[in-house]
Each structure stands twice: as structure tokens, then as C-alpha cells.
């Protein structure tokens, strides 16, 4: 069974910072890879999508990578502002469904 | 520009009651997802449809039932509500299983 984990669960840093959150998950084999935002009592926003075939995708200030071979994915954030601010969670297809398997999150926190 | 729409926001039943809750997405997407948030759990499959006409279980199917009314509407009914299913469920949907996903702005239930 597909296991996704990120760590950490929390991080806060100021305003301007560049960061990483990463996640980790146990089956290689795996179609694609989702970067996911949450806001406070809100749903989710895609915010990018890595397949399997890429090491990288970009979307204005962040990057995603994706390295299969050890099960590893990372969000980096540059120059980080205060409305950065929200839970990101990592997913990705699995099972014989390929429904999406999620991380429990990592809620960041931007300093002003 | 909707995207995926969720009724109710809020819903307030006591145990036994039943309730559907509607979600319809009008980007032409095959599949359509029930996902429910709780705290320490993560995001869970509830059901899933992964094209019009067809409906599956998720991890957690016990107390629900889903209907794929077409390919816009997918909705998820609790006949006899209980505690254990306070939460917040989002419904989503993608072009196909492997395919971004797009998550509506959730329903928050309380069940007393």
C-alpha cells in the first residue's frame, strides 16, 4: 500500500526566505506526483502537477522535483511572502484505482 | 468560471438522519471523487467514479452511498447519520484518474 509522508508537519520562517517541503512515498512506481494547497476552511488548489517521466516543473515561484528511484518529491518556494501561508500537501494515483494518496501536510507560516 | 461546486457549506444533522450532498463540475472531467478531511487522518476516499455510469468504493465506503447522476453531478448520501461522520468532505474531479485534480470548497458536517 502506497504511503505518502511530509515532513515537517509545521515550518514558519520570515518573509523573503527561500524554503523546501518535501515528501517521501514508499512505491516507485507511480504516474504523476500533485502539489496541493490548502488555505484555512477551504479546499484544496492544484498547485502543480510533476509526471513521472520529469525531474522538474515550475509554476511562477515554485518548483517541484521528483526523483522515483528514492521516492522523493520537493516544493521549493522562493523569495516566500506572507500569503504563502497555508497547509501544502503532496499526492499521488495509487492502487488499482490510481486514486490519489495523500501526505498529512506541512502548514507553513511566512512572517511578516 | 465555477470549477466544482459543493452544497451545502455547512450542514447540521442528528444521529440518524439522512442528507445527500450535491457536487457538479462543469469542466467536462470523466472522474469525480468524495474525499473526506479529519484531523490526524489526512484526506480519505470516501467513493469514487472514474467515468460516467460507474461508481466504486474508496477506503472508507461504510455508511455512504454515491450516485453519478451524469457526468457533471456526483453525489454522496448518508442514510442514517452518526457521529464518526462529523467532518469535511470535498468532492473533486479530473479528466481521468492519472489527471490534475480539482477539489470543491468542502462541506463541513456536524453530526449530533
Known amino acids: 500500500k502506497q504511503e505518502v509522508t511530509q515532513i515537517p508537519a509545521a515550518l514558519s520562517v520570515p518573509e523573503g526566505e527561500n524554503l523546501v517541503l518535501n515528501c517521501s512515498f514508499t512505491?516507485?512506481?507511480?504516474?504523476?506526483l500533485q502539489w496541493f494547497r490548502q488555505d484555512p476552511g477551504k479546499g484544496l488548489t492544484s498547485l502543480l502537477l510533476i509526471q513521472s517521466s520529469q525531474r522538474e516543473q515550475t509554476s511562477g515561484r515554485l518548483n517541484a522535483s521528483l526523483d522515483k528511484s528514492s521516492g522523493r518529491s520537493t516544493l521549493y518556494i522562493a523569495a516566500s511572502q506572507p500569503g504563502d501561508s497555508a497547509t501544502y500537501l503532496c499526492?499521488?494515483?495509487?492502487?488499482?484505482?490510481?486514486?490519489?494518496?495523500f501526505g498529512s501536510g506541512t502548514q507553513l507560516t511566512v512572517l511578516p | 468560471n465555477a470549477g466544482v461546486t459543493q452544497t451545502p457549506k455547512f450542514q447540521v444533522l442528528k444521529t440518524g438522519q439522512s442528507m445527500t450532498l450535491q457536487c457538479a463540475q462543469d469542466?467536462?472531467?470523466?472522474?469525480m471523487y468524495w474525499y473526506r478531511q479529519d484531523p490526524g487522518m489526512g484526506l480519505r476516499l470516501i467513493y469514487y467514479s472514474a467515468s460516467e455510469g460507474t461508481t466504486d468504493k474508496g477506503e472508507v465506503p461504510n455508511g455512504y452511498n454515491v450516485s453519478r447522476l451524469n457526468k457533471r453531478e456526483f453525489s454522496l448520501r448518508l442514510e442514517s447519520a452518526a457521529p464518526s461522520q462529523t467532518s469535511v468532505y470535498f468532492c473533486a474531479s479530473s479528466v481521468d484518474t492519472v489527471s490534475q485534480a480539482f477539489f470543491g470548497q468542502g462541506t463541513r458536517l456536524t453530526v449530533v
Open positions: 469542466m467536462n472531467h470523466n472522474s
Open positions: 512505491d516507485s512506481a507511480i504516474y504523476n
Open positions: 499526492a499521488v494515483p495509487s492502487g488499482s484505482a490510481r486514486q490519489l494518496t
